[in-house]
T-cell receptor, first 115, second 113 residues
Framework: GENVEQHPSTLSVQEGDSAVIKCTYSDSASNYFPWYKQELGKRPQLIIDIRSNVGEKKDQRIAVTLNKTAKHFSLHITETQPEDSAVYFCAASGILTGGGNKLTFGTGTQLKVEL | EPEVTQTPSHQVTQMGQEVILRCVPISNHLYFYWYRQILGQKVEFLVSFYNNEISEKSEIFDDQFSVERPDGSNFTLKIRSTKLEDSAMYFC???????????FGPGTRLTVL
């Protein structure tokens, strides 16, 4: 089955700096790659996603890049703010017959934005 | 904006007891999921449900687990005989017919004593 690796496990940046989180996946059939932000004790919230027919997607300060050949994708946050502090999870899924596309999550990155 | 809801927010039970976790998916969604997250670890897939049947289940989802959509709005996860290692946060998620996006509920924290 699919295996998703995520690095780093913790990331500390100064406010205003950029943060990059990287993930690799194993199943070449995976075609959907969302990123979730999870604050302490809260639900995972989708912040951005990318499909395999696209190489890059941007939404304000957040961008995701996908390299299908290398099977890796990355989250880029620019101009970080204290409210960006949270755990970020990458995930991967493919489309199964019947549409039950389970998400396989990475191990998470604790991002801390320091003042 | 519609959201997935879950009840209860926290459930404490004795080992060996049955628990039922409840979810109300977003109303026009067709695909339903349960995930769990042991404290400090990643989110793990348990089961997906579509057209009133299980689409896929993980190794975690053994005979002690079952899911049901008893009416047009609720989606439940039952654990028949809880074990200490079932202690985790359980998230329900739902997805519409088109886009791939899964929306997560706030979770139920299950504590097995």
């Amino acid at each position: 089955g699919e295996n998703v690796e995520q690095h780093p496990s913790t990331l500390s940046v100064q406010e205003g700096d950029s943060a990059v989180i990287k993930c690799t996946y194993s199943d070449s059939a995976s075609n959907y790659f969302p990123w979730y932000k999870q604050e302490l004790g809260k639900r995972p919230q989708l912040i951005i996603d990318i499909r395999s027919n696209v190489g890059e997607k941007k939404d304000q300060r957040i961008a995701v890049t996908l390299n299908k050949t290398a099977k890796h994708f990355s989250l880029h946050i620019t101009e970080t703010q204290p409210e960006d502090s949270a755990v970020y999870f990458c995930a991967a899924s493919g489309i199964l017959t019947g549409g039950g596309n389970k998400l396989t999550f990475g191990t998470g990155t604790q991002l801390k934005v320091e003042l | 904006e519609p959201e997935v809801t879950q009840t209860p927010s926290h459930q404490v039970t004795q080992m060996g007891q049955e628990v039922i976790l409840r979810c109300v998916p977003i109303s026009n969604h067709l695909y339903f999921y349960w995930y769990r997250q042991i404290l400090g670890q990643k989110v793990e897939f348990l089961v997906s449900f579509y057209n009133n049947e299980i689409s896929e289940k993980s190794e975690i989802f053994d005979d002690q687990f079952s899911v049901e959509r008893p009416d047009g709005s609720n989606f439940t996860l039952k654990i028949r005989s809880t074990k200490l290692e079932d202690s985790a946060m359980y998230f329900c998620a739902s997805k519409g017919a088109g886009p791939d996006t899964q929306y997560f509920g706030p979770g139920t924290r299950l504590t097995v004593l």
